[in-house]
Structures are given as C-alpha cells and as structure tokens.
C-alpha cells in the first residue's frame, strides 16, 4: 500500500480528511482552457478511478465547464483531454438531467382539480411522505451520481423496488412518469460506466 493510500485509509479514523473540494486554477490560453489540481497535499492518489479525486474534479468542471482539459499535478503530472473530458461533461450533464426530473410536483400536477383545502392539504401530506416522490429519489439520485457510480447504481436499485411498490390507484400515473424517467437515466448512465469500468480514462503523463 502506497503512503498516499494508507493515509486516505487512515483519513476515516479521524486523520487528515479527503476534501471534497479540490485546490485548483485555471489556465487559459489562446487554443485552450485547462483545470490544473494541485495533488501534493492530498492524501488520495490522483488519479480519476478514485472516487474522492473524480468528486473534487467534477465539482470543479461543473463551474468551469468550457474546460477542454483536466491536469492531475501530483508528483507527476495527469493530463485527461478529449474521450475522458467527453465522459467527465457526460456525467455533469446526468446529474443536472437527473435534477430536472426532480423537479416534478406530484401535487401540482396531478390534482390540481382538487378544490376543497382539507383535500388538498390531505393529498400533499400524502404526496410528500411518499418515497416515491420524485423530488425525493431524483435528488438523492442527483447527489450520488457526482459521489460514487456504485453506491448511485445500488440506491438506483432500491428506488427502482419503492417505486413499483406503489400501487395506490390513484399514483399510478405519477408511478408510470417515473418508472419511465428512471430507464432513461439509467439508460443514459450505462455508456458512463462501460466507459469507466471497461477502458478507463486516457491519461497522459
């Protein structure tokens, strides 16, 4: 185990914490924009398949997102440009495609001709508590997808089984919205993570 892993390892146990917020500048010339990270002092390896450094990276790219390059500078420097920067911005576009699904209002959508108060208030109680909600399993979606690829696939799941347990007759189409809105995240994420976990990310040293 390198010095850097054993120090991420011990980073749980109340030793120097893994920032999710990277050091970073950006550079500018007249062919290119670059995010250049200074990776001496983190106790994590710089490199995009860890997932403590593709946070901070992904952080970083959201604000600057005309980057045409991603520079690890570490002890030895990490370029990522063209299929990898391609990828990064693919996953920044997920995740704010992910927030707009979690937009919907159930309540203001779908019952909208409901007019007494009591019934109203009644159905967006309901709405609200239901774990179904979109603006609740959207939103957590949206946070785990920039977090951890594994852990947003297995909260995929989860929520996948909460929502065809809803068999309310009344939320069916709520249901059926959502059913169709989470095959087309995940369809979107499967070019992602065939990209991540079966070429990995082109470096350059």
């Known amino acids: ?50 997932k403590h450094c593709l946070k901070g990276v992904l952080t970083a ?14 002890y030895a420097e990490l370029r990522y440009s063209g299929p990898s920067m391609k990828m990064l911005k693919t996953l920044i576009d997920l995740s704010s495609e992910i927030d707009n699904l979690s937009l919907r209002n159930p309540p203001r959508e779908y019952f909208s001709d409901i007019k007494a108060q009591s019934a109203k208030d009644k159905r967006r109680a309901t709405c609200n508590s239901c774990k179904a909600n979109p603006q609740v399993i959207f939103r957590r979606m949206k946070k785990m997808i920039l977090e951890d690829i594994e852990v947003f696939y297995s909260e ?31 369809n979107l994420t499967e070019e992602f993570r065939a990209f991540l976990y079966f070429e990995g990310f082109s470096v350059v040293i």
């Open 1 to 50: 185990m390198g010095k850097k892993a054993a120090e991420a390892k011990g980073s749980t146990m109340g030793e120097k914490k893994v920032e999710a917020f990277c050091n970073h500048d950006v550079e500018s010339s007249t062919v290119e924009m670059r995010l250049v990270f200074d990776c001496k002092e983190c106790p994590v390896d710089a490199d995009l398949k860890n």
């Open 61 to 74: 790219l959201g604000a600057n997102y005309n980057a045409d390059n991603v520079v690890l500078s570490d």
């Open 156 to 186: 995929f799941l989860t929520s996948s089984k909460i929502v065809k347990q809803t068999r309310t007759a009344e939320c069916q189409v709520c249901v059926k919205t959502t059913e169709e809105a989470m095959v087309y995240v995940f």
